[in-house]
Nanobody, 111 residues
C-alpha cells in the first residue's frame, strides 16, 4: 500500500509563499510520476502539478508561473513551491502516486 505524507500547509497572506512536501517510500519515488492535486470547499479535486521520474513537469493553467514542482529522489520527497498565492488557491492539497493518496494538507490564503 502506498503511503504518502504531506506537510507544509498553513495560513498565508495573498502574495505570500509556501512550500509543500510529500514524503514516500524509495520504491515509489524511483519508479512513478508524482502529482499534487487540490480540492477547494464545494469543488471537485483538480490536478495542480505533476513530475515524471525523468523530471518532466506539467501544471494547471491557473498555477503556471507561480508554482513549481520538484522531486528529490535521494530524500524520497516531492515539493510544491507556491509563490504569489491568491485566495483562490485555498484548498486541501493532496499528494498522489497511482491509486495512492496522502491525507492532505490545508492551505489557506487570506488577509
Amino acid at each position: 500500500q502506498v503511503q504518502l505524507v504531506e506537510s507544509g500547509g498553513g495560513l498565508v497572506q495573498p502574495g505570500g509563499s509556501l512550500r509543500l512536501s510529500c514524503a514516500g517510500s524509495r520504491i515509489i519515488f524511483r519508479i512513478y510520476a508524482i502529482s499534487w492535486y487540490r480540492q477547494a470547499p464545494g469543488k471537485e479535486r483538480e490536478l495542480v502539478a505533476a513530475v515524471t521520474t525523468g523530471g518532466s513537469t506539467n501544471y494547471a493553467d491557473s498555477v503556471k508561473g507561480r508554482f513549481t514542482i520538484s522531486r528529490d529522489n535521494a530524500k524520497n520527497t516531492v515539493y510544491l513551491q507556491m509563490n504569489s498565492l491568491k485566495p483562490e488557491d485555498t484548498a486541501v492539497y493532496y499528494c498522489n502516486v497511482g491509486s495512492g493518496w496522502g491525507k492532505g494538507t490545508l492551505v489557506t490564503v487570506s488577509s
